[in-house]
C-alpha cells in the first residue's frame, strides 16, 4: 500500500523533478516541486524496477502512485520520500507499475541506502504549529534580512537581497554540519513571519491562514495546512 502526505485533510502526491546533482547542494538537486507527471519529471519507462534503481543512482528516489496533487507539502513522514502522481485515473497497469516500482524504492530505505533523502522533521500537529505563532510569536523578515540560526546550530536559513519588484528573493538552507548549502527553497514573497520548531529541524512560514512546514536537512515541504478556510 502506498502511503499518502496530509494537506488540507487531502491525499498528496507529488511530482520529482529530474536533476544533475551540482557538488555541495544537499541530497535534492535541485529540490522537487509538487504536481502531476507532465513528462519533464522522472522519466518512468516499461521497466519499473529498473527505473527505480537508476532515480536512485541519479540521486532522486521517489515513490509513485495515483491521485490528487495540492499544495507544495510532498512527503509521507511515515516514509520520509517525496512522491509522483501519474494522474488521478487508476488503471490496472498502472498500480502493478507503481507496485513493483516503489517495491525497489522501499527495500533500498529499509536497507538504509536512502537515509540522507528521509525528512528527518517529526510531523507538527496543526495545534503545535500555531502554538509556534501564538501571542505575535515568529520572526519578522523583511528583504536583506540576516541570516536565521535554528535550535541546535546545525542549519541556518539565508536569505538574498530582495532582488527587484517582480522576483521573490531565494531562500537557502545551510548545514554547518557538512557545509552544503541546499538549492533555494521555493519560500514565496517577503516579508513573512516564521518560526523553527523546538529540534531545530523544520522551518515553517505563516501567511494569512496558511502554514507551510519545511525539512531542514533535505529542503523538502513536508506539511501544509490552512487554518479555517481552504484557498479556491
Known amino acids: 500500500m502506498i ?24 541530497p535534492y538537486d535541485p529540490p522537487f516541486a509538487p504536481g502531476m507527471l507532465t513528462g519533464f519529471s522522472c522519466p518512468h519507462g516499461e521497466d519499473p524496477a529498473g527505473d527505480a534503481r537508476r ?13 490528487l496533487v495540492r499544495g507544495r507539502a510532498c512527503v509521507a513522514l511515515d516514509v520520509g520520500l517525496p ?23 522501499l527495500e533500498a530505505l529499509r536497507a538504509g541506502r536512502l537515509e540522507e533523502f528521509r525528512v528527518k522533521a517529526r510531523e507538527i500537529s496543526p495545534e503545535q504549529v500555531r502554538a509556534l505563532f501564538a501571542e505575535g510569536g515568529g520572526i519578522r523578515l523583511g528583504p536583506g534580512s540576516p541570516p536565521l540560526l535554528a535550535p541546535g546550530g546545525r542549519f541556518e536559513v539565508a536569505f ?3 532582488p527587484s519588484e517582480d ?19 521555493e519560500f514565496g514573497n517577503l516579508p513573512a513571519v516564521v518560526a523553527f520548531d523546538p529540534e531545530g529541524q523544520a522551518l515553517v512560514r505563516h501567511e494569512d491562514h496558511e502554514f507551510t512546514s519545511w525539512d531542514l536537512a533535505t529542503g523538502l515541504p513536508f506539511d501544509e495546512f490552512y487554518d479555517g478556510f481552504m484557498p479556491k
Open 3 to 26: 502511503p499518502f502526505a496530509r494537506t488540507g485533510g487531502l491525499l498528496l502526491l507529488a511530482i520529482t523533478a529530474a536533476c544533475v546533482r551540482s557538488p555541495g547542494v544537499g
Open 55 to 67: 532515480h536512485i543512482e541519479e540521486r532522486r528516489p521517489h515513490l509513485v502512485g495515483f491521485g
Open 83 to 105: 512522491f509522483e502522481s501519474f494522474g488521478c485515473v487508476l488503471t490496472g497497469d498502472g498500480q502493478r507499475y507503481a507496485d513493483a516500482y516503489n517495491s525497489v524504492v
Open 160 to 162: 538574498q537581497p530582495w
Open 167 to 185: 522576483d521573490s528573493p531565494k531562500v537557502w538552507i545551510v548545514d554547518r554540519r557538512t557545509r552544503q548549502r541546499r538549492e533555494p527553497i
